[in-house]
């Protein structure tokens, strides 16, 4: 199977067929209310010390206690935003045949389409397809829809953007200066990568039996997320499942298991999920940032210190997409490989 969107689309289904059921999915646990943290971006880049001191602590602490943030006043044009929401949408409603030419692909082949996660080794398939694109340092496009490539090329420099001024503001959070994981990992550098991932969760008949995406972890060192107005993302904190209802014109951003390897286990990866729903199909389009394909990362040596041994083994950034692609989605099963016994 392609595509779950031609699935939902060719049959009127009433259930879900059974390669989709998910035995435990924990839909059913408690969710919590919670206030999740809000980062104002314009305050990271204010020449006012007290302002950016105050802002660099609330990150600080969203990085510590959530791995997940809200982002508001970034500056990227909510047209930007609506317009890359709507090539997206077009790219997901091509022909099929238009879309199977980026289908079957490889890791690093720079375009690709499909459908779960890894359908050759996933045990059940999850509700949704994707569309990857490596747009950096060599930025790629799909050449439909028209004109997608060059809203496309500009929401990722910008989102390139802001992910260098938070990991700035994260560097200092830690102690360092802004300028050390830019430095250390080159993230910001010309040739750091980008990858984005959109993902099209059709409408179920049965959302509470099948997962749009499994409690999983990212890659990289953050990932900035924005969705279709259909709510749908989990984020595991404390122990509970907690569901995001983004603010209006927000991005969502979470820290990637790079940014738990580079800071020796003091900033984690949060594990989150995808759920779906039986009205309306979401969309959410995710960018992960990460330093170049060949660089080792491990530990910074600043913050393996105070008795705290070196927590992780250092990884190539190719290997470790490799690795993770190589398996089904599954927690936090990549990071434990590099995990050393203390
Ligand atoms: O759809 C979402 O909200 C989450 C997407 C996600 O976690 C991912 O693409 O890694
Ligand atoms: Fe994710």
Redesign the pocket.
Known sequence: MFSVKELVESVRLTSVPSNYIFSNTETDLPMQPETVPIIDFSLLTSHDPDQRSKIITQLGNACLEWGFFMVINHGVPEMLRDEMMRGTESFFDLRGEEKRQYAGKKLFDPIRCGTSFNPNVDKTLLWRDYLKIHVHPHFNAPNKPSGFSKVLRDYCQKTRVIAGELLKGISESLGLEASYINEKIRVECSESHQLL?A?MYPPCPQPELVM??PPHS?HGLL?I?M?NGID??QVMHKGNWVSINPLPNSFLVNTGDHMEILTNGKYKSVV?R?VVNNKAPRV?I?TAHGPPLDTVVSPAPELVKDGVGQAYLGIEYRNYLELQQSKSLSGKSCLDHLRLSL
């Open positions: 991932v993902n749009g995406l990212d990932t997320l969705q749908g993302l989150h995808a959410s995710g």
